[in-house]
């Protein structure tokens, strides 16, 4: 079993859907989580970044983490074309180990 | 520059010959890590730099693979005697102090094809 949990997907919605992506995880100590969006033939864009359990809001973006379940949300609202992308969830212990570990992401395509 | 730089952005090569790959980080930026994603593994850390030390090699697959930074800037990932199972898109990040509190910026990448 892999520390990060995505599902595979691929995800289809109609644009102005509200789109909810996760992933669970299985190290306990992960103490910072981030959400990226990563474009074809692009590096990943860092989203959303929090740290411990609750919520963060920005724009039309949400992220959840509850770490008591060790699980994390993405929710995107009005989703337009221009959010298909791949998303990937990542998180990192404390302090000095600040190396991430990744979901395997998961392919969105928002349809016109 | 403004971001993450690295280069070359596509390398095709035959099995057997050595790669260098090649990061710039953020101007300023202490921390600098290394990452592989390929398509059955997704996105996996390489190695990590806190200037020009790597106090963290543990996600080096083989000892075919090694990293160097000089200056605390410029980083150069090689790759000796690349086989086929090393195509991959080899992605670098830079943080401020790598502390992880704070968030790490990706350039994007290079993508090694090993005939």
Known sequence: QKEVEQDPGPLSVPEGAIVSLNCTYSNSAFQYFMWYRQYSRKGPELLMYTYSSGNKEDGRFTAQVDKSSKYISLFIRDSQPSDSATYLCAMSLTGANSKLTFGKGITLSVRP | ?115
């Open chain 2, 1 to 115: 520059g403004a971001g993450v730089s690295q280069s070359p952005s596509n390398k095709v090569t035959e099995k057997g010959k050595d790669v260098e790959l090649r990061c710039d980080p953020i101007s300023g930026h202490t921390a600098l890590y290394w990452y592989r994603q390929s398509l059955g593994q997704g996105l996996e850390f390489l190695i990590y730099f806190q200037g020009n030390s790597a106090p963290d090699k543990s996600g080096l697959p083989s000892d075919r693979f090694s990293a160097e930074r000089t200056g605390g800037s410029v980083s150069t990932l090689t790759i000796q005697r690349t086989q086929q199972e090393d195509s991959a898109v080899y992605l670098c990040a830079s943080s401020l102090t790598g502390d992880s509190n704070q968030p790490q910026h990706f350039g994007d990448g290079t993508r090694l094809s090993i005939l």
